[in-house]
């Protein structure tokens, strides 16, 4: 069990205050973003910025996204207890710790190694059952298909069909979809076996989805 201060606490309450503001009003994202320490996902420079509405970079050249981010597209993804969800872009671990927080099940595929080590240590050491896979998220994870939500944490132009088609019907993926310097919430409903209703949800920006297990830094 990891100990936490008051102070932590105090400001995470802040934060969700802020989030309130910025019109996130679902109350089981709120409740468990209240509830994960996020400042146990930043690398130690950054510890006192944990609670600002702001990404911050972690390990491998990538980023933690902001939780305002993170809230928009959770309440995109809108599933529940038991509702199983492919995550693309493990990172920090702090998204995928939401929806475990959330009661669903969590399957996240990262492409660097150094991170999917991390966010596993870090998410056992809270106690989360996450599976973590080190993969190329363009391939999905068929074998634990289909999903009730996809939620891609990275930028792409073009959404993989190998990932549209591991969403069961009625299921949500979530993509941030564009090119490098700005990109648009989209929400994709799977509606039948080829058909899919579209709806976009404001820009944001994030580091770029990339093909393959990386080899190093995707900065360097
Ligand atoms: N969800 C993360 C945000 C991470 S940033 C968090 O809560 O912290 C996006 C992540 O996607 C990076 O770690 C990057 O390495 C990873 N990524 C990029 N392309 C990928 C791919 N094809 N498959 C799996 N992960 C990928």
């Known amino acids: 069990?990891?100990?936490?201060?008051?102070?932590?606490?105090?400001?995470?309450?802040?934060?969700?205050?802020?989030?309130?503001s910025k019109g996130i009003n679902d109350e089981r994202v709120l409740g468990a973003m209240g509830k994960v320490p996020r400042h146990l996902f930043m690398d130690d420079a950054f510890l006192r910025h944990a609670y600002q509405d702001k990404a911050f970079p972690i390990a491998a050249g990538q980023t933690i996204s902001q939780p305002y981010t993170v809230a928009?597209?959770?309440?995109?993804?809108?599933?529940?207890?038991r509702d199983k969800v492919l995550e693309v872009g493990t990172g920090s671990g702090y998204q995928a710790a939401v929806l475990a927080e959330m009661g669903v099940k969590v399957y996240t595929i990262e492409r660097q190694r150094?991170?999917?080590?991390?966010?596993?240590?870090?998410?056992?050491?809270?106690?989360?059952?996450?599976?973590?896979?080190?993969?190329d998220g363009y391939e999905g994870q068929p074998q634990y298909g289909p999903y009730d939500g996809i939620i891609i944490t990275a930028a792409?132009?073009?959404?993989?069909?190998?990932l549209l088609k591991q969403l069961r019907i009625g299921g949500r993926l979530v993509v941030p979809r564009g090119e490098r310097d700005s990109?648009?919430?989209?929400?994709?409903?799977?509606?039948g076996e080829d058909d899919?209703?579209?709806?976009?949800?404001?820009?944001?920006?994030?580091?770029?989805?990339?093909?393959?297990?990386?080899?190093?830094?995707?900065r360097d």
């Open 156 to 162: 792409t132009a073009e959404v993989p069909d190998k």
């Open 183 to 191: 990109q648009v919430m989209t929400l994709y409903e799977r509606r």
């Open 196 to 218: 899919y209703e579209i709806t976009t949800h404001g820009y944001f920006v994030f580091v770029p989805m990339l093909r393959g297990i990386a080899n190093g830094n995707d």
């Open 114 to 135: 150094e991170l999917y080590r991390k966010a596993q240590i870090m998410l056992g050491d809270l106690g989360y059952r996450i599976h973590f896979f080190l993969g």
């Open 72 to 81: 928009v597209q959770t309440v995109l993804l809108g599933v529940g207890k």
């Open 1 to 20: 069990m990891i100990e936490e201060s008051f102070e932590a606490k105090g400001k995470r309450k802040r934060l969700i205050e802020e989030l309130r």
